[in-house]
């Protein structure tokens, strides 16, 4: 089955610098790569997801990039804000479930 | 408009006992899932359902788990005879038409402990 690895663990920024979080997933068969933000006590919030037709996709501040061919897909934030600090899980699909990874404590200190 | 809503927010039980957490699904979806979260972990998939049907049960642990979902809305998942190991937040999510590429939207979950 499907395993999606992440990294790092955790990752402490300043305010206004990028943060990048990395995964791996093995299923080549994956098709769609979702990214979580999960602040503390509350259910994930999808911020950003890239299917397997794009290469890259940004929306505003954050931005995905898919390289199947490596089987990789990874997170940028930039400009990073302190209401950015979470927990980041990135997630692959390739039959019924999310296949989620362990997930990245963001840290920004202002 | 109204997301996924989870009931009850925490429930606490003893070890043997039977709960219930319930599941209410954006208005209009018919995919629902459901997955536990433990401490530090990301989320694990437990069971998905299309319409009234469990189309994958393939994440359930034990026979002590069981979910229904009987007028394709609403969601139940039942755990019997508790065991400490099952305190973890169970966390429900919904999609459009469950299919591959279809993005899951999570509600906030209930957190379970098991004394």
């Known amino acids: 089955g499907e395993n999606v690895e992440q990294h790092p663990s955790t990752l402490s920024v300043q305010e206004g610098d990028s943060a990048v979080i990395k995964c791996t997933y093995s299923?080549?068969?994956?098709?769609?790569f979702p990214w979580y933000k999960q602040e503390l006590g509350k259910g994930p919030q999808l911020i950003i997801d890239?299917?397997?037709?794009?290469g890259e996709k940004k929306d505003q501040r954050i931005a995905v990039t898919l390289n199947k061919t490596a089987k990789h897909f990874s997170l940028h934030i930039t400009e990073t804000q302190p209401e950015d600090s979470a927990v980041y899980f990135c997630?692959?699909?390739?039959?019924?479930?999310?296949?989620f990874g362990k997930g990245t404590t963001l840290s920004v200190s202002s | 408009g109204a997301g996924v809503s989870q009931t009850p927010s925490n429930k606490v039980t003893e070890k043997g006992k039977y709960v219930e957490l319930r599941c209410d699904p954006i208005s209009g979806h018919t995919a629902l899932y459901w997955y536990r979260q433990s401490l530090g972990q990301g989320p694990e998939f437990l069971i998905y359902?299309?319409?009234?049907?469990?189309?994958?049960d393939s994440g359930l642990p034990n026979d002590r788990f069981f979910a229904v979902r009987p007028e394709g809305s609403v969601s139940t998942l039942k755990i019997q005879r508790t065991e400490r190991g099952d305190s973890a937040v169970y966390l429900c999510?919904?999609?459009?038409?469950?299919?591959?590429?279809?993005?899951?939207?999570f509600g906030p979950g209930t957190r379970l402990t098991v004394l």
């Open positions: 299923d080549s068969a994956s098709n769609y």
């Open positions: 997630a692959a699909r390739a039959g019924t479930a999310l296949i």
């Open positions: 890239i299917r397997s037709n794009v």
């Open positions: 999510a919904s999609s459009l038409m469950g299919n591959r590429a279809d993005t899951q939207y």
């Open positions: 359902f299309q319409g009234t049907g469990a189309a994958d």
